[in-house]
């Protein structure tokens, strides 16, 4: 007796929940009563009846996905915003970071900080010591934003417009944050001429690829030797 009842409520539950068909049905009637409408072919009734169902059977397949998921240990991940705890991990890197090359450069912490900021995300982008990159900044400009070379290299690396600018993907080299990506760039892409080796990529940063300045590229690779050893050692 208990299933046969089942079968029962279970019917009326579900003729006593209208679907979007049953709705476009009780329209067509209440139009043809008042005169609005006279006839609609079968075509056009299906194709209302398909598109009015189209959202609940998304609906229906979401839910079932989801319940898949769930149990199959799934979980779904909002990608637009990052999670509290990467942001915190970020915000204690920078700060750490930030407070090493004040330290060790006698940079004023507010700018050590901001810098530390595009010198972290520069070197990830690129695959290089933020060390590096952080002891050539300060060789090319004491991270000072709006300084320009009588050459025509501007920003904080240091970098010419008419030479990188196309290559770093750049229309203004000025911005000091897109001038460190460009700078990290341009050193990344040295590293990769010179086969690795770091001495070799910063001469040809700073007096280019196929210069034959060796003296002038030897004393900046001293430089920025010198400014690298005394940013490492605030680690000890």
Same mark, same amino acid.
């Not at 008042?34 to 009015?52: H, M, W």
């Given at each position: 007796? $208990?299933?046969?009842?089942?079968?029962?409520?279970?019917?009326?539950?579900?003729?006593?929940?209208?679907?979007?068909?049953?709705?476009?049905?009780?329209?067509?009637?209440?139009?043809?009563?008042?005169?609005?409408?006279?006839?609609?072919?079968?075509?056009?009734?299906?194709?209302?009846?398909?598109?009015?169902?189209?959202?609940?059977?998304?609906?229906?397949?979401?839910?079932?996905?989801?319940?898949?998921?769930?149990?199959?240990?799934?979980? $779904?991940?909002?990608?637009?915003?990052?999670?509290?705890?990467?942001?915190?991990?970020?915000? $204690?890197?920078?700060?750490?970071?930030?407070?090493?090359?004040?330290?060790?450069?006698?940079?004023?912490?507010?700018?050590?900080?901001?810098?530390?900021?595009?010198?972290?995300?520069?070197?990830?982008?690129?695959?290089?010591?933020?060390?590096?990159?952080?002891?050539?900044?300060?060789?090319?400009?004491?991270?000072?934003?709006?300084?320009?070379?009588?050459?025509?290299?501007?920003?904080?690396?240091?970098?010419?417009?008419?030479?990188?600018?196309?290559?770093?993907?750049?229309?203004?080299? $000025?911005?000091?944050?897109?001038?460190?990506?460009?700078?990290?760039?341009?050193?990344?892409?040295?590293?990769?001429?010179?086969?690795?080796?770091?001495?070799?990529?910063?001469?040809?940063?700073?007096?280019?690829?196929?210069?034959?300045?060796?003296?002038?590229?030897?004393?900046?690779?001293?430089?920025?030797?010198?400014?690298?050893?005394?940013?490492?050692?605030?680690?000890?």
């Amino acid at each position: 007796m $208990t299933q046969p009842q089942s079968k029962t409520m279970h019917r009326a539950v579900v003729e006593s929940s209208p679907g979007p068909c049953s709705w476009f049905s009780q329209w067509r009637r209440r139009t043809v009563a008042v005169g609005c409408l006279t006839r609609t072919p079968k075509a056009v009734y299906a194709a209302a009846c398909a598109l009015l169902s189209l959202p609940l059977l998304l609906a229906g397949l979401s839910v079932a996905i989801a319940k898949v998921w769930s149990h199959q240990g799934y979980t $779904t991940v909002a990608l637009a915003k990052p999670a509290a705890e990467v942001r915190m991990v970020r915000q $204690t890197e920078v700060a750490r970071f930030g407070s090493k090359v004040s330290s060790a450069f006698g940079i004023a912490d507010h700018v050590a900080t901001e810098f530390a900021d595009w010198i972290l995300e520069a070197a990830e982008r690129q695959d290089i010591a933020p060390e590096l990159l952080a002891s050539l900044l300060v060789t090319e400009s004491s991270f000072r934003k709006s300084v320009r070379s009588s050459v025509g290299a501007v920003g904080p690396a240091q970098v010419r417009p008419d030479y990188w600018g196309a290559f770093c993907g750049s229309g203004d080299l $000025t911005d000091p944050e897109q001038n460190v990506y460009c700078g990290a760039q341009v050193l990344s892409h040295m590293m990769e001429r010179c086969e690795g080796d770091t001495r070799c990529a910063l001469a040809a940063y700073n007096v280019g690829p196929y210069a034959k300045r060796h003296s002038a590229a030897a004393r900046y690779v001293r430089k920025v030797d010198g400014y690298l050893a005394s940013l490492e050692a605030q680690a000890l």
